[in-house]
């Protein structure tokens, strides 16, 4: 990665009130030295989140949220760490200096605009073909006619979202782009075409991805071209290697990544921003033209993923908006499916959902319904919407009046694994009350057995370890986390610490202990930069606020030798000692006609034994 320059990111710092950057987003008031809101990252009523511009970080005291400009910018706007630099730059006028020889060339740094504008490029194209009428362009007077007659959308629609064609030869796209000179480079990896990778670049070696389809731009949540979802027609040419694929996506490249997308996200959280009250949920349906659809009845905060099952950082962006989902996917076994997979990462990301579902047992096909009935058929959606846990009780037993008790119980295993998913105990036991009422069982036994259920699944791992189970407060108190502040202020130490702590020591069940295996390993390989270097390595934004905390903590490390040693015995301690229990209790109980390998056992034991007295060589002086 492009190392920025020290000097660079503190003249960013200091040049940029980082006021102005969160008043972008949220609504700040003076409250003495500092400012304060509703935090941008969770739904509460009463102001929870500070900004202080003389240190330039905020912090939520609700949800824990905290950092600076960079991790802001990061956060609200789904950039990389150099993108969020470079953002801040353009938009305050900062100039951003890399270091000499460590800095992107100049087809490095241009190779996201490039494909940028070659998106847009070809948006255009493919809109030019849809719109043209001639007698040489037969493909856009079929695709017009496609889209007015067999999909039922106006051409007002079509203009409004760039709605494009694809020719069947396909051949104009590569000749328009290349007579803008991009870079060999680019067009490699735009993923619209098929090149030959030994091939030199010209027509005769270029074949189109996308020929003879119904073109559908898709956009970030700032509204740039950055990829294609092409649907099947008639004029797709019988040698597309995916003829049978009825929808094509773009694959992904520098700047299109499917989990991390959601189309008409762009259109939606502006529809959001412009109703200051009230603002209305996000809709999430399964495609691209079930989206557009609910659009063109006024439906304007229809959502969809590219292709592929929801992801946990779709969910993540979404909460950042609106802390509502209506789940509306089509009622076919792969739809209600598809439902049941996301419920769960729903809960996690603490998004409340409403399954849309129609009276009766009627499928919905939302293009189809919204088509024939409008917004009268969404009326009726949302009269008989089912909360999360409706929906999953009737999904996993749907009569459970009369189910068999062992029936029942599988079923609360289900949905007990379900419940776990949130990470607090006032949203779970309201979660086993709803479960409590559909299974008619009292309240009180279901809570009990649930948390019964929970003490029993930590202890044979059927809840995974998540980095939201700690709390800052909680990772701070953590022996990684001393060993972090030792890699802050004292490298040569931690270089030392690099080299004689094992990996398989440190806990990365939460985000302090992957933020220190990450930083260690730059240490281990001489690729650290100094301080600054830690807003470059956090790789979600769990760690982003561990490096928040590092960064404000004011802690000073009086015997920072002693400290060290400290933690690395812990972090020895936690990972020897259970063995060394296991292994005694073995040897205790071994009989001679068992199968147990004694003598191995005892060379084990041995060698841990040593391990734990053996001292750390650490350096005498910091």
């Keep these: 990665m492009p190392i920025v320059k020290p000097t660079c990111l503190r003249d960013l710092k200091f040049r940029v009130n980082i006021v102005d950057v969160v008043s972008r987003v949220a609504t700040l008031k003076r409250a003495g030295s500092r400012f304060k809101g509703l935090c941008p990252f969770h739904s509460e009523k009463t102001p929870s989140f500070h900004v202080d511009p003389d240190k330039g970080f905020y912090k939520c005291f609700g949800c824990g949220k905290s950092g600076d400009i960079i991790s802001f910018v990061r956060e609200t706007e789904g950039l990389d760490f150099n993108e969020a630099i470079e953002t801040l730059g353009r938009r305050f ?3 951003i200096e890399y270091e000499e020889g460590a800095g992107p060339t100049r087809e490095e740094r241009s190779l996201r605009q490039e494909l940028y504008a070659i998106h847009e490029i070809a948006a255009d194209h493919f809109h030019q073909v849809f719109k043209t009428v001639s007698a040489q362009n037969t493909t856009g007077e079929w695709m017009r006619d496609y889209w007015k007659n067999k999909r039922h959308f106006t051409p007002e629609l079509a203009d409004e979202f760039k709605i494009g064609a694809a020719a069947p030869d396909g051949s104009a796209l590569f000749a328009r782009l290349y007579k803008e000179r991009f870079s060999e480079e680019a067009f490699r ?7 030959n990778e030994n091939a030199p670049l010209n027509l005769h070696n270029v074949k189109h991805r996308f020929r003879g389809r119904l073109m559908i731009p898709i956009r ?5 071209v ?19 694929a009825k929808y094509v996506n773009s694959s992904e490249t520098p700047i299109f990544v499917k989990g991390q997308l959601l189309f008409n996200l762009d259109r939606a959280r502006e529809t959001m921003k412009n109703a200051k009250e009230n603002p209305p949920p996000f ?16 439906l304007k905060t229809a959502i969809a993923p590219q292709g592929t099952a929801i992801t946990e950082s779709q969910l993540t962006l979404l909460r950042r908006y609106h802390p509502v989902v209506e789940c509306l996917f089509d009622g076919d076994s792969a739809g209600q499916n598809a439902a049941f997979r996301y419920l769960p990462l729903a809960i996690k990301a603490g998004i409340e959902t409403r399954f849309l579902a129609l009276a009766g047992s009627e499928k919905i096909d939302p293009d189809i319904l919204f088509y024939k009935r409008g917004l009268e058929a969404y009326a009726e959606l949302k009269q008989h919407a089912l909360s999360a846990m409706t929906f999953a009780c009737r999904s996993i037993l749907p009569a459970p009046a009369s189910a068999s008790a062992e029936q029942k119980s599988e079923s609360l295993r289900m949905i007990f694994d379900i419940i776990l998913n949130s990470d607090t ?32 699944g930590r202890n044979h791992v059927l809840i995974r370890p998540t980095t939201e189970h700690k709390t800052i407060a909680e990772q701070q108190a953590t022996s990684e986390y001393h060993l972090l502040l030792i890699c802050r202020d004292f490298e040569l130490l931690a270089k030392t610490i690099s080299h004689i702590l094992p990996h398989d020591w440190i806990d990365k069940t939460h985000a302090t202990g992957e933020l220190l295996n990450n930083v260690l390993s730059h240490f281990e390989q001489n690729d650290w930069n100094g301080r600054n270097h830690f807003t470059e390595i956090p790789e979600n934004e769990n760690q982003i606020e561990v ?8 802690s000073q490390l009086d015997d920072p030798l002693k400290i060290a040693s400290q933690a690395l015995t812990a972090l020895r301690n936690r990972a020897l000692l259970p063995r060394l229990q296991q292994i005694e209790l073995a040897l205790s109980t071994h009989q001679a006609d068992s199968n147990v390998d004694a003598i191995s056992l005892i060379k084990q034991r041995t060698d841990i034994q040593r391990q734990l007295r053996q001292p750390f060589a650490l350096p005498a002086v910091v």
């Design 547 to 554: 490096v928040s905390a590092l960064l404000e903590d004011t």
């Design 226 to 244: 950055v990829a294609f979802t092409a649907r099947q027609t008639d004029l797709t040419p019988q040698d597309d290697p995916a003829r049978e």
């Design 93 to 95: 006028n900062v100039p």
């Design 283 to 298: 809709i999430l349906v399964e495609g691209q033209l079930d989206a557009l659809r609910c659009w063109s009845i006024g």
């Design 220 to 224: 970030d949540h700032q509204g740039r």
């Design 189 to 195: 990896h735009c993923s619209l075409f098929f090149i």
């Design 425 to 456: 105990e006032v949203a779970r036991n309201e979660l086993c009350r709803e479960v409590a009422a559909r299974f008619r069982v009292p309240e009180n036994a279901l809570i009990n057995d649930f948390q019964n259920y929970a003490k029993r």
